[in-house]
């Protein structure tokens, strides 16, 4: 059974970045599942996955408009201490929900801080990286309606969410 659209899809996959670092893995736990074209995984991996069969492996180079997006400066800006009301420690490497130029959520991480001033980023921890990818196909079944209907796989025993 290749993969295809509403497939529920199982694999095992190491993420690396161009100078080898592992980034992300499944080895030693469970296989990573995922709902074949309803954008669970970056596009560029569902489509290199497409049409692959149980047992089969591949090695991916994924570019960055096909994963996380090119990285925006645009999404980097300075903004006062006082913005953090309630937070009583910053540190670099925190994260928090903020409004996006288009009223969207975006989750945005703290980049520097120098006195008053907060650097925050809102690109992808990946954005502008090129991603490669080692996977094995482990499983593949059809989706149930339910799953079809919420957009994703649900865990074992039912529904997770």
């Known amino acids: 059974m290749p993969i295809a659209a509403n497939k529920a899809v199982s694999i095992d ?3 690396t970045n161009d100078a ?3 980034i992300d893995s499944s080895a030693g736990g469970a296989p990573l599942v995922y709902l074949q074209g309803a954008g669970n995984i970056i596009p560029g991996l569902e489509k290199a996955l497409e049409g692959k069969d149980v047992g089969e492996e591949l090695t991916v180079a994924i570019e960055p408009e096909e994963a996380y ?3 925006s400066a645009e999404l980097v800006s300075t903004l006062s ?7 009583d420690e910053l540190e670099v490497g925190m994260q928090f ?3 996006a130029p288009d009223g969207q959520m975006q989750i945005v991480t703290i980049r520097d801080l120098d006195g008053d001033d907060v650097t925050v980023d809102g690109n992808h921890p990946l954005a502008g990286q090129r991603l490669n990818f080692q996977v094995k196909i482990v499983a593949i079944r059809d989706a149930s309606q339910e799953e079809i209907a919420h957009g994703h796989v649900h865990g074992e025993g039912g ?3």
Do not use: I, P, Q
């Open 13 to 15: 996959y190491t993420l």
């Open 20 to 22: 080898g670092e592992v």
């Open 69 to 71: 997006g090119e990285y």
């Open 81 to 87: 201490r006082s913005m953090f009301e309630g937070v």
């Open 97 to 99: 929900h903020a409004s």
């Open 159 to 161: 529904h997770h969410h």
